[in-house]
């Protein structure tokens, strides 16, 4: 189920070669997660777990920063304007970083089904 893509990626991060027994353990581990949930197994072997974090991600955590400085820059200053402007800049990386990075992610479960009987 791991692809040679992910297998060399570890390899190269973490040169400890595993025992058999890890190895098969996490073999276990790679089939129970298939099983479990193949849509995220899929995404892991792939690779493209870094895609999650796209660029409005990272716009959003920088405007996050700013915000605050202005925020605390506006209150320091008395200005209000420059104040008002840093809070509407952190909410809106706040938006961008939570809104899209993470929560296009979460997985809701399932309702549970009443017993029948």
């Known amino acids: 189920m791991t692809s040679p893509k992910v297998e060399e990626r570890y390899q190269r991060r973490f040169p400890m070669p595993l025992s058999d027994r890890e190895r098969k353990v996490l073999k276990e581990l790679e089939l129970d997660l ?5 849509r995220l197994a899929q995404e892991l072997s ?28 506006g209150v320091a200053s008395q200005i209000v304007v420059v104040g008002v402007g840093g ?3 952190m909410g809106t990386g706040t938006y961008l970083l939570v809104g899209n990075g993470f929560a296009s992610h979460i997985v809701r479960p399932e309702p549970l089904k009443p017993p029948s009987g």
């Open 34 to 38: 298939a099983a479990d949930d193949p």
């Open 46 to 73: 792939s690779g493209s777990v870094e895609n999650r974090f796209r660029a409005s991600s990272y716009f959003g955590a920088v405007a996050c920063l700013i915000g605050v400085v202005l925020l605390i820059a």
């Open 87 to 89: 809070f509407l800049l």
